[in-house]
């Protein structure tokens, strides 16, 4: 099984919603990743998470609050977001910090109204 | 600034022939090299990938070249089929620390049409 998923796809939301994005991976990876990707954009690091503690943030706004529950899963918590956050949300994991294959979920589509 | 550069937008080629897809890269400390391939609404799909100490990696119709001394890596599909259709996106990566891991630069992609 070589399959992240991210719940939702789709996501609307006002600028003073909380809402949380989340995805999942059943491969025994220890890294997880999130990444943002706008129109004709390559995908942007924000964060990346090994054996469920945070390793990097690429100076994210703090707006955006990534959370590793478990191994198997990773979220990424959104209050108080602008317009132009909105993009394609794309999670991935690898194998370990060492693993080069990274394995991408389908993304979310967040638009922030 | 961007590290890894693909500089041709789109590419339409026909059915049955070579694709070659480039892609530029100026930090020397990159020393892995991946091809994802994406369709719409769908994220990125692992397809090649090449280490800095090779200069040629196949996999079926995929062939990947590096040529390390010009930082220029490309992706070629023979023969090109239909499905092939997608973007494809040059990713590089190193270890910029113990916590880091390979954390992937992309290009901006290159829209691949197989045309039948």
């Known amino acids: 099984d070589t399959e992240v998923t991210q719940t939702p796809k789709h996501l609307v939301m006002g600028m003073t919603n909380k809402k949380s994005l989340k995805c999942e991976q059943h491969?025994?990876?220890?890294?997880m990743y999130w990444y943002k990707q706008k129109a004709k954009k390559p995908p942007e690091l924000m964060f990346v998470y090994s054996y469920e503690k945070l390793s990097i943030n690429e100076s994210v706004p703090s707006r955006f609050s990534p959370e590793c529950p478990n191994s198997s899963l990773l979220n990424l918590h959104l209050h108080a977001l602008q317009p132009e956050d909105s993009a394609l949300y794309l999670c991935?994991?690898?194998?370990?910090?060492?693993?080069?294959?990274?394995?991408f979920g389908p993304g979310t589509r967040l638009t922030v109204t | 600034d961007q590290q890894v550069k693909q500089n041709s937008p789109s590419l339409s080629v026909q059915e049955g022939r070579i694709s070659i897809l480039n892609c530029d890269y100026t930090?020397?400390?990159?020393?892995?090299f991946l091809w994802y391939k994406k369709y719409p609404a769908e994220g990125p799909t692992f397809l090649i990938s090449i280490s800095s100490i090779k200069d040629k990696n196949e996999d079926g119709r995929f062939t990947v070249f590096l040529n390390k001394s010009a930082k220029h890596l490309s992706l070629h599909i023979v023969p090109s089929q239909p499905g092939d259709s997608a973007v494809y996106f040059c990713?590089?990566?190193?270890?910029?620390?113990?916590?880091?891991?390979?954390?992937?630069?992309f290009g901006k992609g290159t829209s691949l049409l197989v045309t039948p």
């Open positions: 990713a590089a990566s190193y270890v910029r620390n113990s916590n880091s891991g390979y954390a992937l630069n």
């Open positions: 491969m025994g990876h220890r890294a």
């Open positions: 930090n020397s400390m990159f020393d892995y």
């Open positions: 991935a994991s690898s194998q370990d910090l060492r693993g080069y294959e990274q394995y």
